[in-house]
């Protein structure tokens, strides 16, 4: 491998540690290969989440002008009407993310506790999610219980024999 300059130009003026940054992956620094496989591993739970609830909101239109982020009244109220095939549906989101997620991140570094470190993180997005948004007692308990289970089957998967 050849040695890369360390610092390199960016187009809008600026200077990047791309280089740099390059070399410690390549070089296979494990504090570094388990910090981007856990970055990695919730942004990919994020986007799978977002993916599945957008099925979700097809499958189960939410109430006409309802805006979650600026009248969380109103949302809490479309949250209480909600059928229980679309909760389920969002608890089915919630852990085939934190499933795929701790999997990749698990995959990545090659030891089920990174997976374990993303089922963690997607869990406090859950629960700041139900304390914000009142759900009914079911969805609150499965929906603390999935997360930490999802993420070992993930992380398991992903390392066999670890």
């Known amino acids: 491998m050849t040695d ?3 610092v390199v130009d960016c187009a809008h003026g600026g200077t990047l540690c791309a280089a740099l940054v390059t070399q410690l992956i390549h070089r296979e ?3 570094v290969r388990a910090l981007l496989a ?5 942004a990919v739970s994020a986007l799978t989440i977002g993916l599945l609830e957008s099925i979700s909101h097809a499958m189960y239109p939410p109430p006409e002008g309802l805006d979650p982020y600026g009248d969380p009244e109103g949302f809490a109220v479309a949250v209480k009407q ?3 095939g679309a909760l ?4 089915l989101a ?3 993310g934190t499933f795929i997620g701790a999997w990749l991140a698990a995959r990545i570094v ?6 374990l470190l993303v089922g963690g993180v997607m869990m406090l997005g859950g629960v700041s999610n139900i304390v914000t948004v009142p759900h009914p007692w079911w969805f609150t308990v ?3 219980l999935l997360f930490l289970p999802s993420a070992y089957a993930g992380a398991r998967l992903a390392t066999p024999g670890s």
């Open 88 to 91: 389920a549906v969002v608890l």
């Open 29 to 31: 620094s494990p504090m």
């Open 142 to 144: 499965i929906g603390i």
């Open 94 to 96: 919630w852990a085939m």
């Open 4 to 6: 890369a300059p360390a």
């Open 38 to 42: 856990v970055i990695a591993g919730i």
């Open 110 to 115: 090659g030891r089920p506790f990174y997976g």
């Open 82 to 84: 909600m059928p229980t």
